[in-house]
């Protein structure tokens, strides 16, 4: 079973552009939660979509975006991209219900110049 | 407000030996608690996981202890082997919101043959 894909592994952006990174969960998961890691912040929660629909949302600002289709598969958008954006950008998936283990990609490196 | 706390940025430990990881949070919403491995640039690798309703899980060389009154955890690692050496993530999912995860900040662990 194939796991959590993400794409591109890493990108170079810089100030004032927008980025849009792209998961793929594992088969049969509904779930797609976003998360950033930073060496300041940790690893911090953006927002999560369950069949299509954002179910949580972190304490980032609006244009941390993201939207998942029909297949599962999610993408999250940053617009406005600002050099405290740099970060680790990790996707998890899970089947969808409470108290289920997350499963990670290997995550996306956004370089913010 | 940090919710999860690891206050132990680093650990030692000789080959053979138990390794102890300890995490504390604030939030009693919280009824769900995960332990996750991770390498630099890499997405985090599910360990263990224990629910609210428990005090303890095992899996292997892996154990969950979970004190609710004390609002604590720890993660028993025994025997600690060199390839166990990586950061561990102490992670919690607030009530009925099961793809967001809080995170603690990490413990680095080096198991030294």
């Known amino acids: 079973k194939a796991g959590v894909t993400q794409t591109p592994r890493y990108l170079i952006k810089t100030r004032g552009q927008q980025v849009t990174l792209s998961c793929s969960p594992i088969?049969?998961?509904?779930?797609v939660s976003w998360y950033q890691q930073t060496p300041g912040q940790g690893l911090q929660f953006l927002f999560e979509?369950?069949?299509?629909?954002?179910?949580n949302k972190g304490n980032f600002p609006g244009r941390f975006s993201g939207r998942q289709f029909s297949n599962s598969r999610s993408e999250m958008n940053v617009s406005t991209l600002e050099l405290g954006d740099s970060a680790l950008y990790l996707c998890?998936?899970?089947?969808?219900?409470?108290?289920?283990?997350?499963?990670f990609g290997s995550g996306t490196q956004l370089s913010v110049l | 407000d940090q919710q999860v706390k690891q206050n132990s940025p680093s650990l030692s430990v000789q080959e053979g030996r138990i390794s102890i990881l300890n995490c504390d949070y604030t939030?009693?919403?919280?009824?769900?608690f995960l332990w996750y491995k991770k390498y630099p640039a890499e997405g985090p690798t599910f360990l263990i996981s224990?629910?609210?309703?428990?005090d303890k899980n095992e899996d292997g060389r892996f154990t969950v202890f979970l004190n609710k009154s004390a609002k604590h955890l720890s993660l028993h690692i025994v025997p600690s082997q060199p390839g166990d050496s990586a950061v561990y993530f102490c992670?919690?999912?607030?009530?009925?919101?099961?793809?967001?995860?809080?995170f603690g900040q990490g413990t680095e662990l080096s198991v030294k043959p």
């Open positions: 998890a998936s899970h089947r969808g219900s409470t108290n289920e283990k997350l499963f």
């Open positions: 088969s049969g998961h509904r779930s």
């Open positions: 979509y369950f069949s299509e629909t954002q179910r």
């Open positions: 939030n009693s919403m919280f009824d769900y």
């Open positions: 224990i629910s609210s309703i428990k």
């Open positions: 992670a919690a999912s607030p009530y009925n919101q099961g793809g967001k995860l809080i």
